[in-house]
């Protein structure tokens, strides 16, 4: 086991070494540059600014240099925050975002993984029915309707919360609405890994065996059932939990929340390449340590699973 | 005349292991040195337990597995190393019939479609084809009307019957029947059984028949190899096998299948074997089966079955007899004896 | 076998129906009676769909109700001497109690009958646990003692590995040592040994006749293979189509089987000791499907000794010869019906 666990992060570079080398084509082959606007910039200075940022040299130059700083954990200069580093704007904007998604992935786990058991320990049933519909919704329906109708009734008609803003201190119940929009999506999901696992392993012939051996139902459940039917729920978490602590553009929008979701999508808008880079570098590091810990997690959970 | 002759067959596999490269670590020795032959019309059962090779043996013969090292010849002709369209034409002689008849017919075929695709890779004409189909059906005993249907219309029996028109389309002279029956209940197996004799009969077929039922591969068979791990233990004409098994592992094999007669049963002494079969991956250098071998104990003071493989060598025991072949060192010693549970046929005695 | 014996289980015409989604009832057992003494070994041959080990489930209640129902049937099971339960009716938290402890099943496919997340140990002890309340320790101890007893190598060391890293054969001894743990008065096992190599299920056998002779447990044995039977039961019950069409004591059913389906059987199996290569007679047809089961005895489009009667109605288990059942119109029709163990006695 441990000798996979260093395999794979040997192989982690590599991974996120072609994922810059993706962006980082693709953010140039797009059109525009970071420094066209509205406003005309006179020649010379967009050439200094170009020289600046080595802008002037060849793509697989620009990559060399940005290589040697990402290596150094430096992930560059943002193009159009003119003072600050995307080092910089990551550390100030991730901690809204990391406790909005890990206070909605807590609530996600509770609700769907309680939906899916029931649902699954009562196929057909009239629980079952409405929590898969409930759950149906739940996937379909956008943040940018849940939000606002979370907004409509418990802040402007019940006036329990602010209609949005964060409070810079961190928790407050300013977290409440959106990390309920945030979680809405994930618990639906859960739900329905959850039932379908269950569904599929309650009628695994060794299911029938820890019945006939006449244990009481709850044991049947929680010892026998379970851990088959977690295995492809967590499968399913490891990339939610990068992308739901990474931020959400439109929660983050609808709630005012100083999140790394929104720096995301302005860094794309404003060809701020750094930054976008910067960030992809960022999210996709998460994803493959969080992968590599579903993996872990799947090697405790079934024994037959054997890293060598 | 010799139909099919197989000599030193291995197949092997490899286990890779490493991390980008690949370096092989060992090999599952599938089969390890298989020699057999088989004559027009003839019929050789090839019985053993789940993993001793006798489905990859099949397999390698009609170049579904890549052979690692010997002979397959048919007819005289070298099989092995053959590319693909070079097998063609040798394959409308050498036909299979798989175990399974839910999962070896396509569901979305029509028994007719099914049966004629054979003669529709070799470039039938259609109305011939059609004919050829109705044939066929009526061969194994299948109304014509059935061309039509789907295969999920049919029993178990009937599917296995529409596998055998299928392998039978071609008039091939050789038939791999891998397990043909053991997926079947018990009061079908007999008619399938019954309709490969009688097909064996009236075509001069030769089968090469491999199968875990004793009793069944009795029936059919007119010889019988024995496989334990990749290898031949023994093998001899059907009655001579039977009556007169000498290798210890036919012995018990033997005397392990139960009889459906209570007074027999109640009076039975078996060998039981201890343990389970090794797995193949170990590089054995004495008697594959040494491990578990009740003979061992007894007869090898000289520590031989660990060091030296037994060869499988002729050992003539019924006056007449001439292949009954052994892969023992100590095979004499049960040459005077009854063994334990063996039942001997009385016109034997 | 001593007549006299107390009735471990005794089944009266159960019926287990399964209902599909268009309302209609798959008749899976359809009106089956059999028991089983003390001590004695019942064996229960048929094909698939012959509704054999649905009856089995029905006895423990394991079925998921719905969609299994019953429609009619008793089912009674002697506790000790002076408590006899019926357990159709029984509430199911009754029958739980038990299950594993009183009346302990095994399985046909030791590789998945067992759990594969969890360590041997765990799945042998929570018998105890559950039942007895015994400690984490003395049902570690009885575990080591019952593997060893159903011949596992270096207990100890394999109570802590997990199922796939034991053989087939393996396995299926720890299932016998997990069905034994709290000493069982009954014993179900549903084909044991069809999913094992011919070695390995002579072995199993063997330790199933070991442990049938030591503990005298009485065992229903549900197989296809009549030699299993022939080696094993004391007394058989033949089912086809959902019910028991004929039943005897072992040797009187295999020297004169007296249901047209039964002596089918027998002569179309191949047999190790047949003296001469005789040609099989193979039954005709196949097994019904238990969707549309033929009119009257559900054998007859099948028999070769069909007459009027046969499609019309469905004929009774009467006792054809004193202690052997048969339910087919070509014997005297004037004879007892069965009526269980109880009138047999008399």
Redo the contacts between chains.
């Keep these: 086991m441990l000798k996979y666990i260093l ?1 794979r992060l040997v192989t982690a570079p590599l991974v996120i070494f072609l994922l810059l080398v993706i962006t980082f084509t693709m953010v140039r082959v797009a059109p525009g540059s970071p420094f066209s606007s509205e406003k005309a910039t006179p020649p010379e200075i967009q050439e200094r600014q170009r020289a600046f940022y080595h802008l002037d040299k060849s793509i697989p130059v620009q990559f060399i240099y940005y290589l040697g700083n990402v290596v150094r954990g430096d992930l560059g200069p943002s193009l159009k925050y003119k003072d600050l580093t995307v080092n910089e704007i990551i550390s100030r904007h991730w901690l809204p975002s990391f406790v909005l998604g890990t206070t909605a992935m807590a609530l996600a786990l509770v609700m769907g993984m309680t939906a899916g058991i029931l649902a699954g320990l009562k196929p057909n049933s009239r629980w079952d029915y409405s929590s898969m519909t409930i759950s149906m919704v739940g996937i379909t329906l956008p943040a940018f309707v849940t939000g606002p109708l979370l907004v409509v009734v418990f802040s402007l008609k019940l006036g329990w919360f602010r209609v949005s803003g964060w409070d810079a201190n961190g928790f407050s119940k300013d977290i409440v609405l959106p990390a309920i929009t945030l979680s809405l999506p994930y618990a639906a999901r859960i739900a329905r890994l959850m039932r379908a696992g269950l569904l599929e392993v309650v009628n ?3 299911i ?9 139902e709850h ?1 049947v459940v929680l ?2 059932a379970l ?2 039917a977690l295995l492809p729920v967590v499968s399913f978490l490891g990339p939610a939990v990068a992308f739901i602590i990474t931020g959400s553009l439109v929660v983050e929008t609808i709630f005012q929340v100083p999140g790394l979701g929104r720096q995301f999508t302005q860094s794309a808008l404003n060809r701020d390449y750094g930054l976008t880079q910067g960030l992809v570098v960022f999210v996709g590091t998460l994803l493959v340590v969080l992968n590599l810990v579903v993996d872990v997690a799947y090697g405790f ?4 699973i054997r890293y060598d | 005349m010799t139909l099919l002759a197989v000599s030193d067959l291995k197949v092997h596999f490899p286990v890779e292991k490493g ?1 980008l490269i690949k370096r092989e670590v060992g090999r599952i020795r599938a089969v390890d040195g298989v020699s057999l032959e088989l004559e027009r019309g003839g019929v050789l059962g090839l019985v053993g337990e789940s993993g001793c090779g006798k489905s990859t043996t099949a397999r390698a013969i009609i170049g579904l597995v890549p052979v690692t090292e010997g002979s397959v010849k048919f007819q005289g002709d070298e099989l092995t190393g053959l590319r693909p369209y070079q097998f063609r034409p040798i394959r409308r002689h050498v036909q299979m019939v798989f175990q399974d008849p839910y999962a070896s017919l396509d569901p979305r075929l029509t028994v007719g479609a099914i049966v004629a695709e054979p003669l529709r890779n070799y470039e039938f004409k259609r109305a011939e084809a059609q004919k050829r189909v109705l044939e066929l059906l009526d061969l194994v005993g299948l109304a014509r009307s059935y061309a039509e249907r789907y295969p999920h219309e049919f029993s178990g029996g009937q599917r296995q019957r529409i596998g055998i028109a299928r392998a039978l389309a071609l008039s091939p002279t050789l038939l791999v029947l891998d397990e043909p029956v053991s997926a079947l209940d018990v009061s079908i197996q007999a008619q399938i059984v019954n309709l490969l004799v009688e097909l064996k009969a009236r075509l001069n077929l030769a089968y090469l028949f491999i199968a875990h039922d004793l009793a069944v591969v009795r029936h059919i068979s007119d010889r019988v190899a024995v496989m334990y791990l990749g290898e031949i233990a023994e093998l001899a004409s059907r009655d001579t096998l039977y009556a007169r098994p000498l290798h210890p592992y036919t012995q018990a094999l033997l005397s392990a299948v139960p009889v459906p007669d209570p007074e027999v049963e109640s009076q039975r002494k078996r060998i039981l074997l201890e343990g389970d079969v090794p797995s193949p991956d170990r590089e054995v250098v004495g008697c594959k089966f040494a491990s578990r071998c009740p003979l061992r104990a007894r007869a090898d003071s000289a520590g031989r079955c660990e060091k030296e493989r037994p060869p499988l060598r002729p050992l003539p025991t019924v006056p007449g007899e001439s292949e009954h072949k052994v892969a023992c060192h100590y095979a004499e010693l049960s040459l005077g004896e009854t063994p334990p549970g063996a039942i001997v046929p009385a016109e034997i005695e | 076998m001593s007549e006299s014996a107390p009735v471990v289980l005794e089944v009266r015409d159960l019926k287990t129906y399964f209902r599909t989604d268009d309302g209609a009832d798959v008749k899976a057992v359809d009106g089956a009676s059999f028991y089983v003494r003390a001590g004695e070994v019942l064996g229960i041959v048929g094909e698939s769909g012959s509704g054999k080990s649905v009856a089995n489930l029905s006895v ?1 209640r ?1 079925l998921p109700e719905p969609p299994a129902h019953h429609p009619s049937g008793e089912i009674f099971f002697q506790r000790n001497p002076t408590q006899r339960l019926e357990l159709l009716r029984a509430p199911l938290s009754t029958v ?6 009183e009346m ?2 095994i ?1 046909q ?1 030791p590789m ?8 041997v140990s ?1 799945q042998l002890t ?2 105890l646990e ?2 007895e309340g015994t400690g984490p320790e003395e049902s570690r101890a009885r575990a080591l003692e019952l593997l060893s007893a159903v011949g596992i190598p270096a207990p100890e060391r394999r109570i802590d590995q ?1 199922p ?1 890293q034991f053989s087939g054969g393996m396995r299926q001894r720890v ?1 016998i040592a ?1 069905a034994l743990m709290c000493e069982p008065t009954l014993l179900v096992a549903d084909e044991p040994t069809t999913a094992l190599d011919v070695t390995i299920s002579a072995q199993i056998l063997d330790l199933l006749r070991r442990i049938h002779g030591e503990r005298k447990t009485a065992i229903v044995l549900i197989t296809h293979d009549l030699g299993v039977i022939a080696g094993m039961a004391h007394r058989v019950a033949v089912m086809y189509a959902g019910k028991v069409i004929e039943t005897a004591p072992v040797r009187e059913l295999f020297k004169k089987p007296l249901h047209p389906y039964a002596q089918g059987l027998l002569a179309s199996i191949p047999r190790l000791d047949a003296t001469r290569r005789e040609e099989l007679k193979p039954i005709g047809g196949s097994p019904p499907d238990l969707r549309a089961v033929p009119s009257g005895c559900a054998f007859h489009p099948r028999c070769p000794h069909r007459f009027e009667p046969c499609d019309k109605k469905v004929p009774p288990l009467l006792e054809v010869e004193p202690g052997h059942y048969a339910a087919c119109f070509l014997h005297p029709q004037d004879k007892p019906p069965y009526r269980g163990p109880e009138e047999e006695k008399k």
């Design positions: 395999r695994q012939d060794y029938r065996t820890a019945r006939a051996k006449g244990l009481r044991v010892r026998h851990k088959g959970l079934d024994p037959r | 991390f | 423990l394991l739980r109690k038990l299950r594993g402890r302990a099943m399985f496919d998945t009958s067992l759990n594969p997340f969890l360590k765990r929570e018998v559950e039942h997990y796939h299932m997990m």
